[in-house]
Every structure is written in structure tokens, then in C-alpha cells.
């Protein structure tokens, strides 16, 4: 049972425009999210997060939005970079130690 | 400041061989969880340590699968009579205290012939 998706494995976009990349969740319990940017041979970078009190939290080229109702958060980079170009991956926990992370989204952004 | 580090970042091992794998977290971080990535898959929980204690180990296989983190030296996890369905990537992760964010090692990449 996959707790976490994202439903797209890749996604194209061009430099200068923004990525948007999307996560589903279906544990209502979860209240606490976190994306990670991963480069090919490296472990996760943590990028940024959100609690489940908050709708939205931004850190400078990214903002992540989450809305609770619909269970479903997104992650938007804009402008994007080429060297933004990687896999991203959405964790959830609720409150503990256990990430549950999605299949992960591979974001190539053209120069 | 040293990030996670992990070693060694491949393995090969043959059928029936035992892995082991060394994590060593971030400095001041007591915290050290691992995970493992299968092909196409995202990463799946499997130990927290601390300390000279197991906390959680429920994500870990009962059989041929242990961890340890010594009062001295870095987290080991240890496979024993390795499988080629062990081979994965395996993650190191580190917090200061449990509810903080986890920041990841490199990994460490396990193919089983």
C-alpha cells in the first residue's frame, strides 16, 4: 500500500520557467512533509519542508503548498536551473522518525 | 562541518557472503536511521539506532539482517548469506534529536552476483 505518490516519474521544463512537481498522500495522520532533491550517485538533500498547521512555506527558488483537504502538496521551483536537474522525492511522517517517501519525480530542466 | 558519510560507496558480493555497511553521522548527531532503495522504488525505513540501542528496527528483515551503533566507531548494518534480491541502495540518515530532519549519506550501492 503506497502511502505516499507521486504520480509522475518525469517531468520536462525549460530554464527560466517553473517546475512543479506534486506528491499525493492518503494517511490522514501524516503532519509533517519534506522534499528531497537526489543527484545520481549521492543520497537525498534535503530541500525544504512543511507542517501540517501551515499551507505554504517558501525558501528562496522554492515553495512548497499543501493542501490538507485534498492531500496533496506540491513542490514549485521557479525560475529553474539545468543544475536543478535531478530526481525529487516527497517524505511524509506522522511525528515520528519513520519518513515514508514517494517513488520520486525525475525533473530535467532544458537549457 | 563533515556531512554523513558512508562506506564503502560499492559492494560486490557474491551469493552467501556477508555485507557490511558503516555509517558514520553527522558530527553531534546521536540519531542514525537506515534505509534501503530498490530499483525504481523510493526509500523504505528500515532501523532507527541510537546509542548502543536499537529503537526501532521494524522495517528490518528478522532474518540475516542486524544493526548496531556502538558507543565507539560508526552504525553498522550487517547482511549476513547475502541474496541478489538484497541488492539495493542502502541509506544512512542522522538527526541531532528524533523529531529533527534526517540529512543522508552518499549510500552505499550493494550488488549481489
Known amino acids: 500500500d503506497q502511502q505516499v505518490k507521486q504520480n509522475s516519474p518525469s517531468l520536462s521544463v525549460q530554464e527560466g520557467r517553473i517546475s512543479i512537481l506534486n506528491c499525493d498522500y492518503t494517511?490522514?495522520?501524516?503532519?509533517?512533509f519534506l522534499w528531497y532533491k537526489k543527484y545520481p550517485a549521492e543520497g537525498p538533500t534535503f530541500l525544504i519542508s512543511i507542517s501540517s498547521i501551515k499551507d505554504k512555506n517558501e525558501d528562496g527558488r522554492f515553495t512548497v503548498f499543501l493542501n490538507k483537504s485534498a492531500k496533496h502538496l506540491s513542490l514549485h521551483i521557479v525560475p529553474s536551473q539545468p543544475g536543478d536537474s535531478a530526481v525529487y522525492f516527497c517524505?511524509?511522517?506522522?511525528?515520528?522518525?519513520?519518513?515514508?517517501f514517494g517513488t520520486g519525480t525525475r525533473l530535467k530542466v532544458l537549457a | 562541518n563533515a556531512g554523513v558519510m558512508q562506506n564503502p560507496r560499492h559492494l560486490v558480493r557474491r551469493r552467501g557472503q556477508e555485507a557490511r555497511l558503516r555509517c558514520s553521522p553527522m558530527?553531534?548527531?546521536?540519531?542514525v536511521y537506515w534505509y534501503r532503495q530498490l530499483p525504481e522504488e523510493g526509500l523504505k525505513f528500515m532501523v532507527y539506532?541510537?546509542?548502543?540501542?536499537?529503537?526501532?528496527e521494524s522495517g528490518m528483515p528478522k532474518e540475516r539482517f542486524s544493526a548496531e551503533f556502538p558507543k565507539e566507531g560508526p552504525s553498522i548494518l550487517r547482511i549476513q548469506q547475502v541474496v541478489r534480491g538484497d541488492s539495493a541502495a542502502y541509506f544512512c540518515a542522522s538527526s541531532q534529536v528524533e523529531q529533527e530532519t534526517q540529512y543522508f549519506g552518499p549510500g552505499t550501492r550493494l550488488l549481489v552476483l
Open positions: 558530527k553531534g548527531h546521536s540519531h
Open positions: 517524505a511524509a511522517t506522522s511525528g515520528t522518525y519513520k519518513y515514508i
Open positions: 539506532l541510537q546509542k548502543e540501542n536499537i529503537i526501532d
Open positions: 494517511n490522514s495522520m501524516f503532519d509533517y
